[in-house]
């Protein structure tokens, strides 16, 4: 199959609905590689990778999607980061056992947020309501309150690839000159063939194939296409300022101790070391520091 690890827009003509569909395989195996996941966890993960694609397509901005469920109980984290350009990270901490635990099941006393974070411009972050079953349910939920956006959303998970299908009923979309009554038959139509989707045509069959056969009575244009990858941004740099936050004493005797102070990215399993002259220079980045002068 050729098509691994996009995202597609596309629209069906004459009609106020756009959509949107994602499949990822590499992408997603390169991130369930990297910790020892009960299928649970990792489903949970894929179905949160496919969606933030999809967000950050429809909702078009220069800068970072991230969707992050925190409880206490059984899923402490599950956080999924997708850059604008379609490069995505994702890794989840979980306590005890959690076999036969669905969405509902796994996030009961867990907070669902989705931040969005432009490079240039305010943060904004809107809580997703948990008052339906799965995540895909949530996120129309989202969808209708916060965007005031009518959208269903179909995530499949499973054989180690993930994938997505989101449709959205855009109210203003000047170019169709129907009635109300036609453009609700337009998106009843629709959901309903999309409805009709299995689980393992989501999952393999490329999206020209797959939106020709669900929508195949219907004029369905292919837009613009995004290549998703496995993207992690962390940096020697980034955990050296998240060092600094530690009073410089604390760390020095712990190098004192130990030689060295070892981090390791969670999303990636990249290590870094810090030494005393690594922590001298976090601390006083002013100062230049020979560790030979030093003695
Ligand atoms: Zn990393």
Request: glycine share 6%.
């Amino acid at each position: 199959m050729e098509h691994h690890d996009t995202s597609r827009r596309f629209i069906i003509e004459d009609s106020p609905i756009r959509g949107e569909w994602t499949l990822l395989d590499s992408t997603y195996k390169a991130v369930i590689a990297k910790h020892q996941y009960p299928l649970e966890i990792q489903a949970l993960l894929g179905e949160m990778m496919a969606a933030a694609v999809m967000l950050s397509s429809t909702l078009k901005f220069e800068g970072l999607l991230i969707i992050q469920a925190r409880g206490t109980d059984m899923l402490k984290l599950a956080t999924v980061e997708c850059t604008h350009d379609k490069g995505l990270r994702a890794v989840a901490q979980w306590d005890g056992d959690v076999s036969g635990k669905d969405f509902r099941g796994l996030l009961t006393d867990a907070n669902l947020v989705i931040t969005i974070a432009p490079e240039d411009g305010q943060r904004y972050q809107g809580i997703i309501p948990l008052e339906r079953d799965t995540l895909a349910g949530c996120l129309e939920d989202y969808f209708e309150r916060s965007e005031q956006l009518k959208t269903r959303i179909w995530l499949a998970e499973g054989d180690e690839k993930a994938a997505g299908l989101l449709v959205q009923f855009m109210p203003y979309s000047s170019e169709v000159n129907k009635s109300q009554e036609a453009l609700d038959e337009d998106w009843n139509r629709v959901t309903m063939l999309a409805d009709t989707l299995t689980t393992e045509e989501h999952l393999g069959i490329d999206p020209e194939t797959l939106l020709r056969r669900l929508f195949h009575e219907e004029d369905v244009r292919l837009l613009a296409h995004d290549e998703v990858r496995f993207y992690c941004s962390c940096s020697k740099e980034r955990f050296a300022e998240s060092l600094a936050t530690v009073p410089k004493e604390e760390i020095l005797s712990i190098i004192e101790e130990q030689g060295s102070i070892e981090t390791q990215c969670q999303f990636c399993n990249q290590k870094y070391h810090f030494d005393a002259v690594d922590i001298h220079t976090i601390y006083d980045p002013a100062i230049p520091h020979n560790p030979t002068q030093q003695q």
